[in-house]
């Protein structure tokens, strides 16, 4: 069966602070996706990054960077030189396989990031 | 483009009354689409899922109910709501072949 663990239920850091935001997976599948959600005040999901299992390379866009590794079931997230709008609950997921059709979320961590 | 909309965005309703929240998407044919449901706490639980017209796959609800009467419509319904039921409901949408999943705004609901 698969399982999102999101074990970092809050953080805060100070402004232009580094920041991780762990995310481990549990699947018998030998194909599956995984994906990191923005939360923000306003309740709506912006989808931030899609990863395939195929695919073990680190990915950075701006200030945000994901590591996956398949050795240890881990998909973190971390933002560099955080700013408060980065302030935001953010939701690891985790699809099977697309036939499946099913997306399971983590709990979430909600990131303060205070001035 | 695509887009997707549930209504309506608050409720409050009391024990025991029904439910309906509709979800549509414009754009495009054939999406997978999906319910989900935020408690406080409790992050983002799937409670149902569709990949065609009238074909529903449920994972959690005892007194929930959806139904999808048009390849672009998605309803979540209750006939008798309890005080476990308020939270924040998000429709989303997904096409067949890539990955990642599309919310609306959601709806909050409040059972008092």
């Known amino acids: 069966a698969q399982k999102v663990t999101q074990a970092q239920t809050e953080i805060s850091v100070v402004e232009k602070e580094d920041v991780t935001l762990d995310c481990v997976y549990e699947t018998r599948d030998t194909t599956y996706y995984l994906f990191w959600y923005k939360q923000p005040p306003s309740g709506e999901l912006v989808f931030l990054i899609r990863?395939?299992?195929?695919?073990?390379q680190n990915e950075i866009s701006g200030r945000y960077s994901w590591n996956f590794q398949k050795s240890t079931s881990s998909f973190n997230f971390t933002i560099t030189a955080s700013q408060v709008v980065d302030s935001a609950v953010y939701f690891c997921?985790?699809?099977?396989?697309?036939?499946?059709?099913?997306?399971?979320f983590g709990k979430g961590t909600r990131l303060h990031i205070l001035p | 483009s695509q887009t997707i909309h549930q209504w309506p965005a608050t409720l409050v309703q009391p024990v025991g009354s029904p439910l309906s929240l509709e979800c549509t998407v414009e754009g495009t044919s054939n999406p997978n689409l999906y319910w989900y449901r935020q408690a406080a706490g409790r992050g983002l639980q799937l409670l149902f899922y569709s990949v065609g017209i009238g074909q529903i796959s449920s994972e959690v609800p005892q007194n929930l109910s959806a139904s999808r009467p048009q390849d672009r419509q998605f309803i979540l319904s209750s006939k008798k709501l309890l005080l476990s039921d308020s939270g924040f409901y998000l429709c989303?949408?997904?096409?067949?072949?890539?990955?990642?999943?599309?919310f609306g705004e959601g709806s909050r609901l409040t059972v008092l």
């Open positions: 989303a949408w997904r096409p067949a072949n890539t990955g990642e999943l599309f």
């Open positions: 997921a985790l699809s099977e396989h697309l036939r499946d059709d099913k997306i399971i």
């Open positions: 990863r395939n299992s195929f695919d073990e």
